[in-house]
């Protein structure tokens, strides 16, 4: 099969690396399962031989044929993942090698789906360092929020590129992401994001001049006015967002 650059595949061609996903996987057979980007199908093949329910979603068309000839009764979807339905993901397990240039969209996306199972992904290590960040280092960002606020994340092994077809100029990692049985959710999403954005664009200035366009009383909901926005913790920008709602 061809690599098109413009998708981002980076096929993963080890068979010991596959096994060790499926190993931490230990799908049975009453899971239902989605694949994200199942490429050449070589992780399909062994998710198949735990679970017959399976759904892959892929969005090139000549691996869309390939899979449908290799998998005949396997359910394939040919289409982008950040625009299928949500209901694709309900109630199922998660899993994919994913294109590193909508890593980041899809991990954003299913903060808002809170009915999966548990999600598996192949992902850039610097960004999953970014995911288990902590306040006051330099990776905790916008993205540390958004994802620590709804799941936790568990990193389970770095995968070398060389394994990879084409083997891609860094260092992976496959992680477990669970939804939080007491997520911190905060009553207006979108005030919520849209303070998550002014913080972090100006992340060196106090919080209390990145947010100043907000009229917030500081010393009414207990956060010092001179922390940066690298330095708040979760629980305090969901705090902001619910003092603002009216």
Same mark, same amino acid.
């Given at each position: ?31 239902? %399962?989605?694949?994200? @980007? ?6 399909? *093949?062994?998710?198949? !031989?735990?679970?017959? /329910? +399976? ?76 995911? %288990?960040?902590?306040? @006051? ?6 993205? *540390?929020?958004?994802? !620590?606020?709804?799941? /936790? +994340? ?93």
């Amino acid at each position: 099969m061809k690599v098109r650059k413009r998708f981002g595949q980076h096929f993963l061609q080890d068979p010991s690396t596959h096994a060790k996903i499926l190993d931490v996987l230990n799908f049975q057979p009453e899971d239902r %399962v989605l694949e994200i @980007g199942p490429g050449r199908g070589e992780l399909t *093949s062994g998710i198949l !031989q735990a679970t017959k /329910n +399976v759904v892959v979603v892929e969005i090139d068309r000549d691996l869309s044929r390939h899979l449908r000839s290799r998998f005949p009764k396997l359910e394939v979807v040919e289409a982008d993942i950040l625009g299928v339905n949500a209901t694709m993901f309900r109630a199922r397990r998660i899993v994919g090698n994913l294109p590193y240039n909508i890593s980041t969209p899809i991990l954003i996306r299913l903060t808002a789906l809170l009915d999966c199972v548990d999600i598996h992904f192949m992902l850039q290590k610097e960004l999953v360092d970014r995911l %288990v960040a902590t306040p @006051g280092t330099k990776a905790w960002g916008r993205l *540390s929020v958004k994802i !620590q606020q709804v799941f /936790n +994340v568990r990193p389970l092994f770095d995968v070398d590129p060389r394994v990879f077809e084409p083997s891609p100029t860094v260092l992976s990692t496959f992680v477990r992401l669970t939804y939080k049985s007491d997520p911190l959710n905060p009553k207006n999403r979108s005030l919520f994001d849209a303070i998550l954005r002014q913080a972090f664009s100006h992340r060196r200035k106090t919080i209390a001049n990145s947010l100043a366009s907000f009229q917030i009383d500081w010393e009414h909901i207990g956060i010092p006015e001179t922390r940066r926005a690298d330095q708040l913790t979760v629980a305090q920008y969901v705090r902001i967002a619910d003092e603002l709602v009216q």
